[in-house]
């Protein structure tokens, strides 16, 4: 397993920017965001690879941007255009050994 800490979150109103951090003790491989709301499953919101692909859920492309950062082991989703249905608990994780972070709540506003 790799300890991974996630931060950046808080409320923003809507339309607003927030970029949520990523830390990994250690090297880390493909990396993923997730979110989850009460009462609904877990989401793939974004991946970005170690060679620097990406890939995005339909609904936040052209809005989010993954990025990382390898020689410190971060990796970070900027979020543009904020809508109150990205609310929710964002995860990030390592897919090399499917770790997960504690998770970093995103509150938009209306």
């Known amino acids: 397993q790799v300890q991974l800490v996630e ?11 927030l970029t949520l951090s ?11 965001w997730y979110r989850q709301v ?3 499953q ?8 170690r060679d620097g692909n990406t ?7 052209g809005r989010f941007t993954i990025a990382r ?3 410190n082991n971060i990796v970070y989703l900027q979020m543009n255009d904020l809508q109150p249905e990205d609310t929710a608990v964002y ?10 972070g504690q998770g970093t709540q995103v509150t938009v506003g209306t």
Do not use: H
């Open 91 to 100: 995860y990030c994780n390592d897919t090399r050994s499917n770790s997960w």
């Open 38 to 40: 009460p009462g609904k």
């Open 7 to 17: 931060s950046g979150g808080g409320w923003v109103p809507g339309g607003g920017s």
């Open 55 to 61: 890939k995005y859920q339909g609904s936040v492309r």
């Open 69 to 71: 950062n390898e020689a």
């Open 22 to 32: 990523c830390a990994g003790q250690e090297s880390i491989g493909a990396m993923a």
């Open 42 to 49: 877990r989401e793939f919101v974004a991946l970005i690879s």
